[in-house]
């Protein structure tokens, strides 16, 4: 895994990768405005791409700008960014991170993204966990390994993890771990644990 000096900013890394080094693709998803777009952009060692669109009147009110009042953007397809685990490690894993809309409507745009992930970074706002419930149906279904990681956003109220953990109905093998989205170090670590995870309950998931 990558030592924390070499987090720091997004280290010089070739444009291809090395082929002894496992692929891995995982999915950022969660409601409107929880962060996805800065999570898959503070840890890209490329130049992150993503697909915003202006939001419209008809969209701010189905997507409420309450907490995020200065958002002018949603994402409308996907967010795209690549992170090697480890850059000095020729086989150390190399993430492809796909951030996708969370609401319902997109749903079509999910499936396309979706397809052939290894597992799912569910994020949530404490401030409103309501706006990752359409994502957290779509993880589900789609039968993906994942985590419920909480974006520590600034005057978000604290509620214990056991009180999360049953608002959202977890089971118990689903972590539920909290990071900072726009904390290149906090992001990555938010990763390791998923990829972790992910390797814990693939092989088991796949054989379904």
């Known amino acids: 895994m990558a030592s924390a000096s070499s987090r720091t900013q997004p280290p010089s890394v070739p444009g291809y990768v090395p082929e002894e080094a496992p692929l891995v693709k995982i ?17 890209s060692e490329m130049r992150s791409l993503h697909t915003e669109q202006p939001l419209t009147a008809v969209s701010a009110a ?3 700008l309450d907490y995020t009042p200065e958002k002018t953007t949603t994402t409308v397809a996907t967010d795209f ?23 319902e409507r997109f ?41 419920v990681a909480v974006n520590e956003f600034p005057g978000a109220p604290y509620i214990e993890d056991s009180a999360v953990r ?7 093998e689903t972590p539920l771990i909290h990071f900072n989205a726009c904390d290149r170090n906090s992001s990555i670590d938010a990763l390791i644990q998923l990829v972790e995870h992910v390797m814990t309950t693939y ?6």
């Not at 850059?87 to 969370?102: M, N, Q, R, S």
């Not at 397809?115 to 994502?135: I, K, N, Q, T």
């Not at 049953?166 to 118990?172: E, F, K, Q, V």
């Not at 092989?203 to 379904?208: G, L, Q, V």
């Open 203 to 208: 092989p088991r998931d796949a054989a379904r």
């Open 27 to 43: 999915v950022v998803a969660g409601g409107f405005g929880v962060g996805k777009t800065t999570m898959v952009a503070s840890v």
């Open 166 to 172: 049953a608002g959202l109905d977890l089971s118990g």
């Open 81 to 103: 960014g690549r992170l090697t685990l480890d850059p000095h490690d020729p086989t150390a894993p190399v993430i492809y991170l796909f951030g996708t809309p969370g609401q």
């Open 107 to 147: 749903k079509s745009v999910w499936d396309d993204v979706t397809f052939g992930a290894h597992g799912a970074l569910l994020l949530l706002d404490l401030r409103r966990p309501a706006a990752s419930f359409e994502a957290m149906d779509l993880v589900e279904r789609s039968g993906l390994s994942y985590i």
């Open 62 to 64: 189905v997507d409420l």
